[in-house]
């Protein structure tokens, strides 16, 4: 059964995804300034890479 995702969660993964499209695309992990929960997100949705 998948996890059901809140709209606060898919709102500031927008945002982040949004923020790193403005930096060129990749951004080094300690100047992302975004919950680990956020990123885990974007990584589980296979939307970005470590």
């Keep these: 059964m998948p ?3 809140d709209n606060y969660t898919e709102r500031t993964s927008y945002k982040l995804m949004h923020s790193l499209l403005r930096c060129g695309g990749y951004a ?3 100047r992302v300034q975004f919950s680990s ?3 885990q997100y974007l990584l589980d949705q296979k939307l970005v890479q470590v």
């Design 28 to 30: 080094p992990l300690h």
């Design 3 to 5: 996890k059901l995702v």
């Design 37 to 39: 929960n956020i990123i």
